[in-house]
């Protein structure tokens, strides 16, 4: 089967936070795990160049716009890559021959179908979040995310009638009987997951849809892709900025790969706060551009730091850099951290105690004190494997995957951890280094498969160091693992199945105690 997953594109107005990484993380892992079981998969990711955040901080630098994104988005394409995510595709929408010619097609499909309408507007515009906003949207007058009272706005603008498309979308929201992470997908809908966020999707429904603006004046932001037959205005953020999920294949030019779209299971991976965007105004765009919605839309919650919200005047702002920089450029640690601790749709906390509490106790001690100590044992006795004997772990791989294909993801990689600590505990009790040495190779034998199961589990988690668990073990797939067409089979998942796995290789530290 075809996947196409995608993220929201990042404002590379600065350098990228561990909110992109958070995002970043959830979606390579869900791209990883569709290609380990077998999907045909795409995953895009990228960038949101243009608007007044930029034009003002390109402005308060003595820089063109340009300059400015030139500058940045290269710090979050070298920080991707060093997270080991797994993209195939990078959109940038100030790319004029791949991303404008399908936002300025969508725009005129939009007008030929009578949903965009000219008018006069005076409302309340947060720079931050790039929207007019409402008194239901504020917070003793401001903005909640930003704690920014907005600026009050006249001026021309093109309005997109989403408020017609009110009962249209309430429609593809009949929300199925399920768990708080079943999919509410209606026959022609899409799904939400965690399903609880359908709920509040439906609730902004019930409240009233109100137009949204399409376009500002160019005499107010000069920073974006024009709109078509009237070079007085500019596109606005929506048109612009969603309309990357399809022009990254080409939509509406003649390189178009629709394949990737009509002939695949579409997946937005986005944060709670653009989730209404995603699943109202995006819906309701491609219906009137005569292009079918997405399957579905993995929403996640925001990232605090130490128990509060990240803040430069709190000082507790939690830099990506830092984290890689402490765990030697590793990004293991922080792509278990983020999988581990935080359930796919709720709201998560970093903490330096923690991730330095976890990477001892789980990776270090668990994980890697279980290698080395089962390589070591099985060295003395000459490295040959004998008989696996039988699983104790029974139907590890069974709840694993149906956790990985339900994205309860945290779920997903306790099964692994399981089996380590359990593994770990059945060491000491059968006190295996003490045994007769043909009961020892037979005992330690079965202990380098449990590790070949855990290395499996954990590698759409903590890529890197799954390999190289692979690698220690001498498993005769380990050089595969991280090829992006590499899948877990049946042979695979089988209790012995590799029968041509006859002896390890040499033991190395796998996390290097912190300095």
Known sequence: MRQYITTAIDYPNAAPHMGHVMEKVLADVTARWFRLRGDDVRFQIGTDEHGVKIQRKAQEEKVEPQALVDRNVPLYIDLYRRLQISSDFFIRTTDQKRHWPTVQALWKKLVAAGVL???????????????????????????????????????ENYFF?????????????????????????PSGGYAIVPASRAQ???????????????????????????????????????????TNYISGLGYFTDHEENQWWEDAEVTHVIGKDIARFHALIWPAMLKHAGVRIPDRLLIHGFLTSEGQKMSKSIGNVVMPEEVMKHFNGNPDPLRFYLSHEIPVGNDGDFSWKRIDELYDAMLRNKIGNLLNRVLVLLKKEGGMLSAVGKDPAGGAWKAYAAAMDDFRLSDAIQEAVKIAVGANEYIDARRVWALPAAEKTAELSN???????????????????AQEIARQLQVPYAEKMLVKDFQITPEMRKWGGQKDWKKVGEPRILFAPLS
């Open 161 to 185: 009638l989403l408020s017609k498309d009110a009962s249209w979308l309430k429609s593809l929201l009949t929300k199925k009987k399920g768990g708080p992470h079943s999919e509410a997908r």
């Open 117 to 155: 309408e000219k008018r006069t507007y005076t409302g309340l515009y947060c720079a931050g979040c790039e929207r007019f906003m409402t008194a239901r949207d504020l917070t003793e007058g401001k903005c909640a995310i930003h704690n920014a009272v907005p600026e009050e706005v006249s001026e």
């Open 447 to 465: 202990l380098a498969e449990r590790l070949r199961h855990i290395s499996l589990m954990l590698l759409p988690f903590i890529p890197k160091t």
């Open 200 to 242: 509040e999707t439906l609730s902004l429904i019930e409240q009233g849809l109100e137009d949204v603006s399409f376009s500002r004046p160019k005499s107010s932001l000069s920073w974006g892709i024009p709109v078509p037959d009237d070079p007085d205005h500019v596109m606005y953020v929506w048109c612009d900025a969603l």
